[in-house]
């Protein structure tokens, strides 16, 4: 019903003509039938004045303190006193609507969190690049096309899958009519606010009360790992901290073989859609669940070998272990033929959506940090370590410690690893797996504290009072020396609008011709020198994953060039079809006397 509305909007000839048919054939004329529609501005202003009181009736705004006062009868009279017959003037106070708003947490949180981010987006308002993330020049018809190609011409040429996550997010920007660019800033401007409500509505299906589950997503939102995610451009870890709050909430430890199927498939459907944006955790799903199975079997091995028949086993229940295996099988084959190629190239599961970067230090990620250039300083104290201490010492929820212990351990031993694909270099990004044992530990440290401080109450002054003291101290330090840093300096990131080309004008006008020459750019970030290989266009969001590594000629031609000992450097390149190179500004001129001193290039 969405596409065929979306369809009349963007092609309104046909209800135009349709109009023009049935104008002769109409039963009534127009003016017969004014009389009994009443004004649009009339209407109007209804259906503002009906939005306002949903409004406030939803959420109790304007509503008096005290109860009006009902009329006694003479039985609640009771004995006079002396001061009957005096006139009462006392006036009944009725609350502001700002006084409702500050005692409605959802409302107040909500407001604060839209209020920071709207001057922490000041420089991200337009179409965005940088960091991990490309910029998105076409429309929803570009990704479908470039995850309909068998062959990428990106760089040297590639025939690797395109990743599903493209597909998805071009179904996506239906919501801004297939407008890439704006779809991407819409993200990445609204998603602190959605991260905020996906958390609340989480908490709120685990029994937390509004206040509880409000500060809750006050504390998600201001999470490292997303505030990390927006500043440098992580598309996948961003779309799986909007999503994974509501697919935690599934309650999925209360599987078991009588779960209807539908359940099942909803379940293997929405990993696969988490999986899409994160190879890591699609594999992780899937083999932890394959593990499962495997031990199920194991311990049914005596009753299997002794039905070791084909007719025998048909008659065995494996209900249980059919919806194990679905549930780890069904994200495989939605992400197919992309998966494929993750269990063909190992190293490709370490790797994200966009261009790799440099990760943070082992300091930032002992406080569950990610960190990273542009990310959140370590000054800024992350709640995360202090609540997995909290549920590793409790015996209620000691497996959800355990494991995201496992998680946290897994992402400080791959933290040190230098992962080379999409095209460039760059460590292994973390963020993925701390964000899941962020969604896994809120719910849980919530509450336990709720249990736990109206027994401090009645208790003598103890450990618990201290820890208790010191985890709200932190949680009150962190949440607002994150908002004043956002505020301030969290703006200036990585990811901006109005990025300038990277190609000049000349270049990309050759990528019109038939033989599209390529062009080699070499931009000089900080004591580095960073290089790709392009055909006249800028690197479009979608191409670093389809990106193939170069030939070991080239790279060594590119190093030597770098390096000035290269004298072959122009040959090799040229060889590949690689016609031009160019410098991007700020151009290091050490660099260009190189290039002009070895000979075989042309101003």
Known sequence: ELAAVGFVILKP?????????????????????????????????????????????KYNLGKKVDDELEPMSFSDIGVLDNNFDELDMSTQKKSLRFETLRNRPFLFGI?????????????????LS???????????????SKFAQSWHPVSMGSASPSPTWLEITGVASALTLGNMSFFIATLFFLAPAVAFIAMYRALKRNGLSVRVSSAGGVIYSFSPVLINSINQGRLGTLVIALLLPSFTSLRLYVFNSRTNWRRIYTTGLFAGFIGAFSPILLIIWSTSLLAILLVSLFVRREEIKANRKFVDLINLNFDLEKRIFALSLVPLLLNFPWSGTLLLHPTQILLQPGLPLPGGSALNLLFMNPGGVSGVPIWIISLFLPFLFVALFSRKFVKIGLFTTTLFSLSLFLSPLHVTGHGSVGKFWTGDLLLVCEVLLIPVALQIFIELIPNL??????????????????????????????????????????????????????????????????????????YFITRGSDLELGDPDITVGNPPEIDSAINELISGTGINSSKVLGLYGIQY????????????????GLGGFTR
Request: aromatic share 6%; charged share 20%; no cysteine.
């Open 13 to 57: 000839n046909d209800l135009i003509s349709a109009r023009k048919i049935r104008k002769p054939k109409r039963l009534l004329s127009p003016r017969i039938i004014r009389e009994f529609i009443p004004p649009r501005g009339s209407q109007v202003r209804k259906a503002w004045d009906r939005s306002i009181n949903a409004i406030s009736n």
């Open 111 to 127: 407001g604060s969190i839209l209020l920071i981010d709207l001057i922490w987006s000041r420089n991200r308002f337009g179409s």
């Open 130 to 144: 940088g960091g991990a993330l490309p910029i998105a020049h076409g429309g929803a018809a570009d990704l479908f």
């Open 457 to 530: 109450r009645g208790s003598r002054l103890g450990l618990g009072h201290f820890v208790s003291g010191f985890v709200s101290l932190l949680a009150i330090y962190s949440v607002i020396s994150t908002g004043i840093w956002l505020s301030l300096v969290g703006g200036n990131s990585e990811v901006k609008s109005g990025s300038p080309n990277v190609i000049p004008a000349f270049i990309t006008s050759l990528s019109e011709t038939a033989t599209r020459p390529k062009t080699l750019v070499l931009e000089k970030s900080g004591t580095s020198t960073n």
């Open 581 to 596: 190179v160019y410098l991007r500004n700020p151009i290091d001129q050490g660099l260009v006397r190189t290039i002009d």
